[in-house]
Structure formats: structure tokens, C-alpha cells
């Protein structure tokens, strides 16, 4: 079973419009962590926020928020105010517990319209 | 800090040819790892490290070698490369230690490899 699932291949926003990027997740674990990157079409890897499994608050970074919904198990990555320079691909990965590997979702491609 | 820096940037090697994808970091950070992106398969991992000495398998560790002789350095070792290999390497750290479980990865700049 897969770890992690993004099930939007491709999404659109226009500019300055919010959006919501999709992440489930598996585990047993109860301790466990959420993470949210970025890779624009230059290629690097950018993280943008983290969520505990023993947070209560959902996450906030800037524009970035994390919309964490334990009992569903999904994780989804909320972007304010859309920009033309969020248009990239963003990937959701999980940690386990006290476990040494990380999933990775096979990301969803965000496209910012003018 | 230069942060995770990975050589070389572009590869091109042949059918059976063997190579090293250098990484290093600079962020005395014990965890490393290398992962491996093909199109539509996000990231997988391929091994990590917890430490100098200590290495351990991922998802795909198959045709590749690693070492840690170092904290800095995590070297990922193509054998003998097949057309399969074909695809961009990244390798990233994160610190583990207490106080510190987020774990976030940073990662480095990615070496794109093309096997003919």
C-alpha cells in the first residue's frame, strides 16, 4: 500500500486565488511527521512546512498552511494569495515514528494562470 | 554554509560503466540519504545513513553502494550502470538528535544521470 497518495496529477489556480493540494497518508504509527516541498522547474527540492502528528494546531508557514485532519489521515497543503511563482511541482513526505525513512507522494503539478 | 552540495551536476556514462556521485554537507547533520526521481514516481529512496559507520538499505538500494566515512560525506556508488539508472539523484540531511525529531530534509541540488 502506498505510504503517502496524491491523487491531483495537475491543478490550476488563478493568480491570487487560494488552492488546496491533496495528501493522504498510511501509517500505524502514532508518533509521525508531515512534510510539504516544493521543486520548481529549475529542479531543486524547497521545504515549506511540517506538521507533528502530536500537533494540535495545524501548521503555518507565510502563504503555506497545512490543513491536518488526524482521524482522515490527509494533510493537505493550502496556498493564500496565489502567486505566478508558485506554479511548480509539490510533493508531500512522511516520516514514521522514530523510523530513518522517509515517502514521498508522486506529487501534484501546480500552474498559476494570470 | 553551502549546505548539501552534490557532484557532478550532469553524467553520461555507458551501459556497465561504474561511478560515484559525490555529496557532501556542511551542517554537521547524522542523517543522510540518497533518493532517485523518475517522472511520475516522486521521490524514492535508494540508502541512508544515521551516521559515520553506519549505512542502511531504502526502497531501492539495488545496483548501488553506499559508504559514511564521514559526517560530511555520503558517496553513492553505481556499479555497473544499466539503462534503468537513468534518472536524477538527490541527496539530502536532516539532523535527528534530541530535541530535534522533525528530522526536516534539505536537500541538494541534484545530479541528472543518462545511461546509453
Known amino acids: 500500500a502506498q505510504k503517502i497518495t496524491q491523487t491531483q496529477p495537475g491543478m490550476f489556480v488563478q493568480e491570487k486565488e487560494a488552492v488546496t493540494l491533496d495528501c493522504t497518508y498510511d501509517?500505524?504509527?502514532?508518533?509521525?511527521?508531515l512534510f510539504w516541498y516544493k521543486q520548481p522547474s529549475s529542479g531543486e527540492m524547497i521545504f515549506l512546512i511540517y506538521?507533528?502528528?502530536?500537533?494540535?494546531q495545524n501548521a503555518t508557514e507565510g502563504r503555506y498552511s497545512l490543513n491536518f485532519q488526524k482521524a482522515r489521515k490527509s494533510a493537505n497543503l493550502v496556498i493564500s494569495a496565489s502567486q505566478l511563482g508558485d506554479s511548480a511541482m509539490y510533493f508531500c513526505?512522511?516520516?514514521?515514528?522514530?523510523?530513518?525513512?522517509?515517502?514521498f507522494g508522486t506529487g501534484t503539478s501546480l500552474t498559476v494562470i494570470p | 554554509n553551502a549546505g548539501v552540495t552534490q557532484t557532478p551536476k550532469f553524467q553520461v556514462l555507458k551501459t556497465g560503466q561504474s561511478m560515484t556521485l559525490q555529496c557532501a554537507q556542511d551542517?554537521?547533520?547524522?542523517?543522510m540519504s540518497w533518493y532517485r526521481q523518475d517522472p511520475g514516481m516522486g521521490l524514492r529512496l535508494i540508502h541512508y545513513?544515521?551516521?559515520?559507520?553506519?549505512?542502511d538499505q531504502g526502497e531501492v538500494p539495488n545496483g548501488y553502494n553506499v559508504s559514511r566515512s564521514t559526517t560530511e560525506d555520503f558517496p553513492l556508488r553505481l556499479l555497473s550502470a544499466a539503462p534503468s539508472q537513468t534518472s536524477v539523484y538527490f541527496c539530502?540531511?536532516?539532523?535527528f538528535g534530541p530535541g530535534h525529531s522533525v528530522g526536516t530534509q534539505y536537500f541538494g541540488p541534484g545530479t541528472r544521470l543518462l545511461v546509453l
Open positions: 513526505a512522511m516520516r514514521e515514528g522514530t523510523g530513518n525513512q522517509f515517502y
Open positions: 545513513s544515521v551516521g559515520a559507520g553506519i549505512t
Open positions: 501509517t500505524s504509527d502514532q508518533s509521525y511527521g
Open positions: 539530502a540531511s536532516s539532523y
Open positions: 551542517m554537521n547533520h547524522e542523517y
Open positions: 506538521q507533528g502528528s502530536y500537533d494540535e
